[in-house]
């Protein structure tokens, strides 16, 4: 069993740029979650995708927009990269178990971007 | 508004002397409660999942408890390699099929051999 892997490691852009992070979710997987975590800080939910749908959002902008794959694999697109988008990018898959509710998520490494 | 919080944010601790981490929340539709540990530059390793209060969870020299307010994780004995920042979460039913995750800011702990 394959665990939930993300492409690339690291990341450097500048401002204004666009950028897409990618995702495999862990085998047997079918909802996926994004995350933003600012060094010393929890992660920050963006929003999660189940069946190719998106299924619950954060509180981030339009810019932030994300797509997940017949096969569960998932993109997370950020577009007119700010300097506070410098951050750990992180994805997590799971499985539904009921009406809003998910099995434990399980992590991959994360993506540094560093926005200069 | 939501809100997930830890305390306390840093915890160090000789090794072998037992203490436990506080995870607050105030939310609406609770639909799980997880935590997590993190090693610095690695994504989050899950731990346990908490439904209903009165849970209990362990694993190794930790247990974790969920009252209707908070959670509990409990160290007993620690040694240096249980080091790491240990994460809470909230699972919030949003509506439908929709949920959101809270996590709160972590508790740095630091065990000293």
């Known amino acids: 069993e394959t665990g939930v892997t993300q492409s690339p490691t690291h990341l450097i852009k500048t401002r204004g740029q666009q950028v897409t992070l990618r995702c495999s979710s862990q085998?047997?997987?079918?909802?996926v979650s994004w995350y933003q975590q600012a060094l010393g800080q929890g992660p920050q939910f963006i929003f999660q995708?189940?069946?190719?749908?998106?299924?619950g959002r954060g509180n981030f902008p339009p810019r932030f927009s994300g797509l997940q794959f017949p096969n569960y694999s998932s993109e997370l697109n950020v577009n007119a990269l700010e300097l506070d988008d410098s951050a750990l990018y992180l994805c997590?898959?799971?499985?539904?178990?009921?009406?809003?509710?998910?099995?434990?998520?399980?992590f991959g490494p994360g993506t540094r971007l560093t926005v200069l | 508004e939501d809100q997930v919080t830890q305390s306390p944010e840093a915890l160090r601790l000789q090794e072998g002397e037992s203490s436990s981490l506080n995870c607050s929340y105030t939310v609406s539709g609770l639909r799980g409660l997880f935590w997590y540990r993190q090693d610095p530059g690695k994504g989050p390793e899950f731990l346990f999942t908490?439904?209903?209060a009165g849970e209990e969870k362990e694993k190794e020299r930790l247990k974790a408890t969920l009252t209707k307010k908070e959670s509990f994780l409990h160290i007993t004995a620690p040694k240096p390699e249980d080091s790491a920042t240990y994460l809470c979460a909230v699972q919030e039913f949003v509506y439908s099929s929709a949920s959101k995750i809270i996590f709160g800011s972590g508790t740095r702990l630091s065990i000293r051999p």
């Open positions: 085998s047997g997987h079918n909802t």
């Open positions: 995708y189940y069946r190719e749908e998106e299924n």
């Open positions: 908490l439904y209903s």
């Open positions: 997590a898959s799971s499985s539904k178990i009921t009406q809003g509710a998910y099995n434990e998520q399980f």
